[in-house]
Nanobody
Framework: QVQLVESGGGLVQPGGSLRLSCVASTNIFSIYTMGWYRQAPGKQRELVAAITSGGSTHYADFVKGRFTISRDNAKNTVYLQMDSLKPEDTAVYYC???????????WGQGTQVAVSS
């Protein structure tokens, strides 16, 4: 089973930036789609951004133009650069690794992001 560890969350003012990191326990990017999800209090978990094993990226409409997902294969790390943050971006952000063939997902423990003045 893949182990994922997220980091980089914190408190930031509206309009600010944060970069989240997700480190995988092994080199998996060639056969996994990596995704960032978020869950706000009282709401369902939702997809924020994903990057496929082939390197294609996908973004939820509410983050397009503000967030960027990327990966560093040598470091087994996926990043989520978050710019122009809004209070409604406040949530726990989770990293997910979904196997391209089995569909099995592994999740990290989450990192809290709070956007407030």
């Amino acid at each position: 089973q893949v182990q994922l560890v997220e980091s980089g969350g914190g408190l930031v003012q509206p309009g600010g930036s944060l970069r989240l990191s997700c480190v995988a326990s092994t080199n998996i990017f060639s056969i996994y789609t990596m995704g960032w999800y978020r869950q706000a209090p009282g709401k369902q978990r939702e997809l924020v951004a994903a990057i496929t094993s082939g390197g294609s990226t996908h973004y939820a409409d509410f983050v397009k133009g503000r967030f960027t997902i990327s990966r560093d294969n040598a470091k087994n790390t996926v990043y989520l650069q978050m710019d122009s943050l809004k209070p409604e971006d406040t949530a726990v952000y989770y990293c997910d690794a979904k196997h391209d063939y089995s569909g099995y997902s592994s999740w990290g423990q989450g990192t809290q992001v709070a956007v407030s003045s």
